[in-house]
């Protein structure tokens, strides 16, 4: 049997860090933490992603906390994903309690209570910062993969980002857009043939079924004005703490596209907008998405493999993500390799599914002289969890089954006034609470297409000559990083079997 000096080396050695970083709390030693020997994350390997997984009540939202409160006293941002709505807390220091200190006794860390600075943020009628997008930002290509279009339908899609940008009509909500879409087949035909092929009704039809879909799930919501910037994330308040931003996804659980298309369309905004960071030691925004698994299981393959190609290409912008799910096998194997730090809680071992499952855990984390993984999976405690994180030089730290700090913010949420007084105060809520007219954007659409219609009908009574003069306008950011020259050709390609 290993020593217990032999085993605080070992721990020392692994997690030995030179510059800044988190301790998340001390390695343990046949169930038993081992004082002072600290389980420390460097803040530059935490733009490689992670998982927090584990069965229900281990621990794993209280982990997102602990990660969140430490990361925003080292003044980096955080973005959560709160699908539960349970960690509004964070905005009020905990109420402390003698398990905790006894908690923190054994680990070697004095217990601190504090609150955070918290903005809250909501993608539907929710109080707090409304987060949306106009059509026209969220743009063609990220249009087809969250509707999951047939190649023709998105050659069709991207015709009418092209005709309403020539004829600099803004495309806000998906009203405009379904209106644009009926006006291509409709009143618009012979414009839309001439200039851009002829489109067919059946492809139109399929795309509104589609997109009519979309809105039942509560896209409407999403789609509009005032955008947001996503620069708005990355505040820092008063005293040098990253500002953690908490996205109240409460009544998105059964509306997983609408939740798809929102991460889909922050995180192509995010890598849009994030400066290249080069060998940067900390990160610039991190972000947490409670109940990953709501995003993989409706996304379609063409949506899996958009957010593979994100992950791997937003970390280089300094953005890490985390994902917080109960069976690591939610998360697609090609996600799942680009993971650097695992937090691993308790597994129930149930049924013959769950000890696969554990088995097949147990075989993702490094070999460890140590434990058995599998055994330490299924007897770990609550607040406990089997590490493995990735140390400055971007190596597999030592595997460490971890007595974890505790949260210094409450771990219960806050009470509705609480909430309400939070939100009053937020500068954000009052800046994009302002109301713009959507209605009256809609209507300048509307006008326009009447008039076009009109226009239309009058040429039809006489030939026309001249050709129309075509007004180039600012290219969105989202469309440039995601149309590759691959993409274009595609379309193209299937532009002119439209045309013919
Ligand atoms: N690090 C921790 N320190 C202290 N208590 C914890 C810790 N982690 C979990 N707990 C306790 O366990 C309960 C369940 O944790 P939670 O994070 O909500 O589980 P999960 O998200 O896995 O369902 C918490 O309400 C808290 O009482
Ligand atoms: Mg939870």
């Known amino acids: 049997m290993a020593s217990k000096e032999e085993f605080f080396d070992h721990i020392e050695k692994g997690y030995a860090t030179k510059g800044d970083h988190l301790i998340m709390g001390a390695a343990m030693l046949e169930g038993e933490a081992v004082t002072n020997a600290h389980v420390k994350v460097p803040l530059k390997t935490m733009n490689r992603h992670g998982l927090i997984a584990g069965a229900t009540g281990t621990g794993k939202t209280k982990t997102l906390q602990v990660l969140a409160e430490n990361l925003s006293d080292k003044g980096v941002p955080v973005l959560l994903m709160d699908l539960k709505g349970d960690l509004s807390g964070i905005a009020q220091p905990s109420p402390g309690h003698a398990k905790i200190d006894e908690r923190h006794a054994k680990i070697g860390l004095p217990f601190e209570a504090k609150s955070f600075p918290v903005e809250i943020l909501s993608l539907s009628e929710q109080d707090g910062v409304k987060l949306r997008a106009t059509v026209s930002e969220f743009g063609p290509v990220l249009l087809s993969r969250i509707l999951d279009l047939t ?3 998105e050659g069709i899609v991207a015709v009418v980002f092209k005709y309403c940008d020539d004829n600099k009509l803004p495309l806000l909500d998906l009203k405009d857009f379904k209106k644009v879409l009926q006006y291509a087949t409709g009143g618009g035909k012979a414009e839309f043939s001439k200039d851009y092929g002829r489109i067919s009704t059946s492809s139109t039809g399929a795309i509104l079924r589609k997109i009519i879909e979309l809105e039942q799930q509560g896209a409407d919501l999403f789609f509009g004005e005032k955008s947001f910037e996503v620069d708005d994330l990355t505040r820092v308040d008063e005293n040098g703490r990253g500002y953690i931003n908490i996205i109240r996804l409460t009544d998105i659980q059964d509306r997983p596209k609408l939740f798809s298309t929102f991460m889909l369309s922050l995180l ?12 940067s030691d900390r990160p610039e925004l991190i972000l947490f998405i409670d109940e990953a698994h709501l995003i993989f299981n409706e996304a379609s393959k063409a949506l899996l493999d958009q957010i593979e190609s994100i992950v791997k290409l937003i970390r280089s912008k300094g953005i890490g993500l985390y994902f917080v799910t109960q069976n690591p096998t939610d998360v697609p194997d090609a996600v799942l390799s680009q993971l650097g730090l695992k937090v691993q809680h308790a597994l129930r071992a149930f049924t013959a599914k769950d000890r696969k499952a554990i088995k097949l855990t147990a075989e993702n984390y490094p070999d460890s002289d140590f434990y058995d993984t599998n055994e330490v999976l299924t007897s770990l405690g609550i607040g406990e969890a089997l590490v493995s994180a990735l140390d400055e030089k971007g190596r597999p730290t030592p595997l460490a089954a971890t007595l974890l700090r505790a949260p210094m913010s409450r771990m219960d949420v806050l009470t509705d006034n609480e909430l309400k007084a939070l939100i009053k105060k937020s500068d954000l809520v009052k800046k994009y609470g302002e109301n713009i007219d959507r209605e009256s954007a809609y209507e300048i659409l509307n006008e326009k297409i009447d008039k076009a ?12 000559t001249t050709s129309r003069r075509r007004t180039s306008t600012r290219q969105n950011p989202v469309i440039k990083v995601l149309t590759s020259a691959t993409f274009i050709r595609g379309v193209l390609g299937v532009l002119k079997k439209v045309i013919r």
């Open 151 to 153: 190649a023709t339908q």
């Open 268 to 279: 192509a905004e995010i890598y849009a907008t994030f400066p290249e960071q080069g060998d």
């Open 453 to 464: 219609e009109k226009e239309a009908a009058k040429e039809k009574a006489k030939p026309k």
